[in-house]
C-alpha cells in the first residue's frame, strides 16, 4: 500500500497496524525504512479514525537493531550534522496509542523502537537487548533512557554493559513487557487489545497517555497536578458526559470521539 517498500501498512477498521518487512535483514532499521515507518504512523495519527497503532515485524525478528551495514562507514560528522536517528523522536511522538507485537529478535534499535511504544506485548520466542556494546558503540534511539526507566539501573546496566540478551520471562518480570502470548497469538492479541482501546474515547485516550508520559518528566507533585487538570479537562468532552450518562442508564456507551 502507498508505495511502502520496507514495511505493510494496513487499516483494520479503527486500528492502524505497520508491519517491518525486510526479512533479509532480520527487519534492520535503515534510514529508508525508518522514513516510512515515520510517515505511516504519522499518517495514522492524523487520522481520527484510527484509535490505536500496532507496530509489528516477523516472526523471527521484530528488528534485530539498526542497520550495520549501512552505519559502517559513517563519520562523526555524517552523524552529527544528520542528526542521525532522530528522526524516530517522531515515532515516540505520536499521540494515538501505539503497541508494539514483538517476537523474536528485537535488539539495539528494535528494542528502543519497541520501548517507544505504550504497550509492548511479547511472543513466547522474544529476545530484547541492547547489544551495541559489542559493535564498540551504545545505543542511540532511546535505549539507556527508556530501558533504565522500565526495568531500573541495576538490570539495564546488566544489559547495555554485556550486550546479553534478555528472553520474554525475564522482560516481563522485569517490567520491560505488559504481557506474554503464545507466538501464533501475538498479532491477534495485539490486534484485539487495539481495537478494545480504539473503542474508547480518543480524546480521553490521548489524556491518559500525556498523563501517564507526565510520570517520566516530571515531580510526583506536578505529575499529579498534570493529571488532575488533565482529569478536570475532560469534563469538556461530549464523551465524558456520554460514558458516564451510559453507565448510569446501563447500555454501552457510544463515543463520538469528541
Ligand atoms: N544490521 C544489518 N544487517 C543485519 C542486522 C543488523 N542489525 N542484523 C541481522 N542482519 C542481517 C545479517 O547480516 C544477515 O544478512 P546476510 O544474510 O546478508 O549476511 C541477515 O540479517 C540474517 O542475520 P544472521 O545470519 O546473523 O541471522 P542469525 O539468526 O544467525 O542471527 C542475530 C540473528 C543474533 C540477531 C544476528 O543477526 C545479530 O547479532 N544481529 C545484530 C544485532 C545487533 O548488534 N543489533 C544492534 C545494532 S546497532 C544499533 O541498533 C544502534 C542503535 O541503538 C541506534
Not at 497503532?53 to 516477523?58: D, M, N, P, R
Request: with cysteine; aromatic share 6%; glycine share 8%.
Amino acid at each position: 500500500q502507498n508505495g511502502y517498500e520496507n514495511i505493510i501498512v494496513e487499516r483494520r477498521g479503527r486500528v492502524g497496524i505497520i508491519t517491518l518487512n525486510r526479512p533479509h535483514a532480520l527487519n534492520a532499521l535503515n534510514a529508508a525504512l525508518m522514513t516510512e515507518v515515520v510517515a505511516a504512523a504519522t499518517e495514522f495519527d492524523q487520522d481520527h479514525g484510527i484509535g490505536a497503532i500496532v507496530l509489528t515485524g516477523s516472526e523471527k525478528a521484530f528488528a534485530a537493531g539498526a542497520d550495520i551495514k549501512e552505519m559502517t562507514s559513517l563519520t562523526y560528522a555524517d552523524v552529527l550534522l544528520s542528526d542521525f536517528f532522530s528522526a524516530w523522536d517522531r515515532f515516540a511522538a505520536v499521540r494515538t496509542p501505539t503497541i508494539a507485537a514483538v517476537a523474536g529478535y528485537a535488539l539495539g534499535g528494535g528494542c528502543e523502537v519497541a520501548m517507544m511504544c505504550d504497550l509492548l506485548i511479547a511472543a513466547e520466542n522474544a529476545r530484547f537487548g541492547q547489544p551495541e556494546i559489542t559493535l564498540g558503540t551504545i545505543p542511540g534511539i532511546g535505549g539507556t533512557q527508556r530501558l533504565t526507566r522500565a526495568v531500573g539501573k541495576a538490570k539495564a546496566m546488566d544489559l547495555i554493559l554485556t550486550g546479553r540478551l534478555m528472553d520474554a520471562a525475564e522482560a516481563e518480570r522485569a517490567g520491560l513487557v505488559s504481557r506474554i502470548v503464545p507466538t501464533e497469538r501475538l498479532l491477534d492479541e495485539a490486534i484485539e487489545t487495539a481495537e478494545k482501546i480504539a473503542s474508547m474515547s480518543l480524546p480521553a485516550a490521548y489524556a491518559a497517555k500525556e498523563a501517564i508520559a507526565q510520570a517520566f518528566e516530571s515531580t510526583l507533585a506536578q505529575g499529579v497536578t498534570f493529571e488532575r487538570r488533565t482529569f478536570h479537562a475532560t469534563f469538556a468532552l461530549a464523551d465524558r458526559a456520554e460514558g458516564m450518562t451510559a453507565f448510569v442508564e446501563k447500555r454501552p456507551p457510544t463515543f463520538e470521539h469528541s
